[in-house]
């Protein structure tokens, strides 16, 4: 059994950053691609970024590329999440799921391409 757990949420003023990570415990992290999603209150759930077990990618969605960047480490089985020039509009829950594959594809943003999630971490940044 897969489990993962995000943390590193909080509140930031807008232009601050954070440092989100996800631990995973159970199979090796070795074994997945990572993805990060977050979902807004009222809205869908959307991608944020996706890291493959390999040297291939990673990929960001338009709303956070050249501000968020995403990395992992496998000896420690945690996979982050480096927010910078944080906005309103970055606020949301902040999950971390497992691919169902090593490698990020072209269909990573759907959240049916991922099998185990974690809990959530709020990230707050007011207006």
């Known amino acids: 059994q897969v489990q993962l757990v995000e943390s590193g949420g909080g509140l930031v003023q807008p232009g601050g950053s954070l440092r989100l990570s996800c631990a995973v415990s159970g199979p090796t992290l070795n074994y997945y691609a990572i993805g990060w999603f977050r979902q807004a209150p009222g809205q869908e759930r959307e991608g944020g970024s996706c890291?493959?077990?390999?040297?291939?990618?990673?990929y960001y969605a338009d709303s956070v590329k050249g501000r968020f960047t995403i990395s992992r480490d496998n000896a420690k089985n945690t996979v982050y999440l480096q927010m910078d020039s944080l906005k309103p509009e970055d606020t949301a829950v902040y999950y971390c799921a497992t691919d169902r594959g090593a490698i990020c594809l072209s269909l990573w943003e759907r959240r049916d391409e991922y099998d185990y999630w974690g809990q959530g971490t709020q990230v707050t940044v007011p207006s």
């Open positions: 890291i493959s077990s390999s040297i291939s990618g990673p």
